[in-house]
């Protein structure tokens, strides 16, 4: 074999060692990237759907798969995991009062610097707030 033709041959060893590398490291890359798919229904073990929304039962869902639970184990589990829902919820709500309380505040002290039309403005994007906030409440969750 001459030179010539060794040059090509590490050439085109070279050249396909590229294709393979780099085609296995796209296929990744776009495999990673790719959409996952939504939660909002998946299949269970007995051919039924689970909503992957609620808080109980994505708890109840990990809980399972990551201990190993048995479905007796389960059924004791989420009493408990209803009463955090609830907890939580509660902590939420005041929370968010709270938030609302300081932001009330923190407007009506700000109010003395503005003009007329930058309160009504304020007041406005106030009120958006509140109208977005209340839609958003009232949503079931997308998860």
Same mark, same amino acid.
Not at 63 to 86: C, F, M, N, W
Not at 107 to 124: A, G, M, S
């Given at each position: 074999?001459?030179?010539?033709?060794?040059?090509?041959? /590490?050439?085109?060893?070279?050249?396909?060692?590229?294709?393979?590398?780099?085609?296995?490291?796209?296929?990744?890359?776009?495999?990673?990237?790719?959409?996952?798919?939504?939660?909002?229904?998946?299949?269970? &073990?007995? /051919?039924?759907?689970?909503? /992957?929304?609620?808080?109980? +039962?994505?708890?109840?869902?990990?809980?399972?798969?990551?201990? /190993?639970?048995?479905?007796?184990?389960?059924?004791?589990?989420?009493?408990?995991? +209803?009463?955090?829902?609830?907890?939580?919820?509660?902590?939420?709500?005041?929370?968010?009062?709270?938030?609302?309380? !300081?932001?009330?505040?923190? $407007?009506?002290? !700000?109010?003395?610097?503005?003009?007329?039309?930058?309160?009504?403005?304020?007041?406005?994007?106030?009120?958006?707030? +509140?109208?977005?906030?209340?839609? $958003? &409440?009232?949503?079931?969750?997308?998860?």
């Amino acid at each position: 074999m001459t030179v010539k033709a060794k040059l090509i041959s /590490g050439l085109a060893a070279i050249f396909v060692a590229g294709l393979v590398v780099g085609g296995s490291v796209g296929f990744q890359v776009a495999r990673s990237n790719a959409p996952k798919a939504p939660l909002t229904e998946r299949r269970d &073990s007995k /051919g039924g759907t689970r909503s /992957g929304g609620d808080f109980v +039962e994505k708890m109840c869902l990990r809980q399972q798969k990551d201990l /190993g639970l048995s479905d007796e184990q389960l059924t004791k589990i989420k009493p408990v995991y +209803e009463q955090a829902s609830a907890d939580l919820k509660a902590v939420n709500a005041e929370n968010y009062e709270r938030v609302r309380a !300081i932001y009330r505040a923190s $407007h009506e002290r !700000i109010k003395p610097f503005l003009t007329t039309n930058q309160v009504q403005k304020l007041e406005e994007k106030i009120r958006e707030r +509140e109208m977005r906030f209340k839609k $958003h &409440s009232q949503e079931k969750p997308k998860c």
